[in-house]
């Protein structure tokens, strides 16, 4: 398997097998191992970590309060016209 970039998706093509970050919309992001992918970016992902941030209004004193949700998945089918970037993982320090 040649190691060269010569069309956008052979960047994804070279992290197969390799922990990859996903930003999708609805403020959820993923992070795992990526073992098949598509054209239409339709990828399965293995050993998921997933993040939700859900931003909510405080009745009492209307400011906004984000809300983060973490799950983690064996196993999952990411659906390509959700995906708004893909990426090596980010590093948190």
């Known amino acids: 398997m040649s190691s060269s970039v010569d069309e956008p998706l052979d960047l994804i093509r070279l992290s197969l097998e390799e922990r990859i970050y996903v930003k999708c919309r609805g403020e959820r992001e993923l992070r795992g191992k990526l073992h098949a992918f598509d054209r239409h ?3 399965i992902l293995g050993e998921v970590e997933e993040t939700v941030t859900t931003p909510e209004i405080d009745e009492e004193t209307d400011e ?3 809300r983060t949700s973490r799950r983690t998945v064996e196993m ?5 016209d959700v995906v708004i970037l893909v990426s090596p993982p980010l590093r948190t320090a």
């Open 76 to 80: 999952l089918f990411v659906r390509g």
């Open 41 to 43: 970016l339709n990828m």
């Open 64 to 66: 906004e309060i984000i």
